[in-house]
C-alpha cells in the first residue's frame, strides 16, 4: 500500500475554504485515492474518492494532478462542524483483495469562530 | 446510520477476560475489516475477512481472533485481556469499488 503523508494539523476560520493536501508518492497504477472523516468516539466516514483529475460532491473537492503523486481535499467554507480529523488513503479499488486499509496520522482541522 | 451494525456499544470487563465483539456488515458487502483505536490515537489494522475467508492479517495480537460467518456477519473475540486493551474497535465493510463503511465503534473499558 502506497505510504501518505499529510500536515498533522491544520487551522481554519469559519467560512473560508480548507485545502488539505497529502503526498503519495509511490501510488500504484491501480490506486485510488479516498479521504475520510473522523469525529472523536465515532468511526471514519467517507467523504471522496478520485483516480485523477477533479471530482467533486456535495461536501467536497478533490483535486489530482496529472502524476498522481499527491492530492488535496478542498473543503469550501467551512463551519465549526468541519473540526474532525482528516485521512488519506491510497489504495486499491476491489472489495476482495487482500488489502489492507492503512491509515496514516491524518490532518486535525481545527475549525474557529 | 451507515449501514455496518456494532455491537455492544460499550463493554466494561476485567483483566484477564475474554469478550466477543459482533459487526453485521453493509447489506451486500462481503469483505469486513477490523480496527483498533486507542485514545488519541490512529487506527491500527487488525484483521480483513472476505466471503468467510481470512484475507489480511495486520498488528493483531496472539490473545485476539476473528472469524466471519456464512451470514457474513462478523466475531472479533478477545481474551486473556490487559489494561492495554481499552480502546475503539471499529469494524468496516466494503463492496466491489467503492469505499469502506465504518460501523460506530464499541467502546471496550478492560479495568
Known amino acids: 500500500l502506497a505510504k501518505t503523508t499529510q500536515p498533522i494539523s491544520m487551522d481554519s476560520y469559519e467560512g473560508q475554504e480548507v485545502n488539505i493536501t497529502c503526498s503519495h508518492n509511490?501510488?500504484?497504477?491501480?490506486?485510488?485515492i479516498t479521504w475520510y472523516q473522523q469525529f472523536p468516539s465515532q468511526g471514519p466516514r467517507f467523504i471522496i474518492q478520485?483516480?485523477?483529475t477533479k471530482v467533486t460532491n456535495e461536501v467536497a473537492s478533490l483535486f489530482i494532478p496529472a502524476d498522481r503523486k499527491s492530492s488535496t481535499l478542498s473543503l469550501p467554507r467551512v463551519s465549526l462542524s468541519d473540526t474532525a480529523v482528516y485521512y488519506c488513503?491510497?489504495?486499491?479499488?476491489?472489495?476482495?483483495?487482500?488489502?489492507?486499509?492503512?491509515f496514516g496520522g491524518g490532518t486535525r482541522l481545527m475549525v474557529k469562530p | 446510520d451507515s449501514g455496518v451494525t456494532q455491537t455492544p456499544k460499550h463493554l466494561i470487563t476485567a483483566t484477564g477476560q475474554r469478550v466477543t465483539l459482533r459487526c453485521s456488515p453493509r447489506?451486500?458487502?462481503?469483505?469486513v475489516y477490523w480496527y483498533q483505536q486507542s485514545l488519541d490515537q490512529g487506527l491500527q489494522f487488525l484483521i480483513q475477512y472476505y466471503n468467510g475467508e481470512e484475507r489480511a492479517k495486520g498488528n493483531i495480537l496472539e490473545r485476539f481472533s476473528a472469524q466471519q460467518f456464512p451470514d457474513l456477519h462478523s466475531e472479533l473475540n478477545l481474551s486473556s485481556l490487559e489494561l492495554g486493551d481499552s480502546a475503539l474497535y471499529f469494524c468496516?465493510?466494503?463492496?466491489?469499488?467503492?469505499?469502506?463503511?465504518f460501523g460506530s465503534g464499541t467502546r471496550l473499558t478492560v479495568v
Open positions: 488513503l491510497v489504495g486499491d479499488n476491489v472489495g476482495n483483495a487482500g488489502n489492507m486499509l492503512t
Open positions: 509511490n501510488i500504484a497504477t491501480n490506486d485510488y
Open positions: 468496516a465493510s466494503r463492496g466491489q469499488g467503492g469505499g469502506y463503511t
Open positions: 478520485g483516480y485523477k
Open positions: 447489506s451486500g458487502d462481503l469483505s
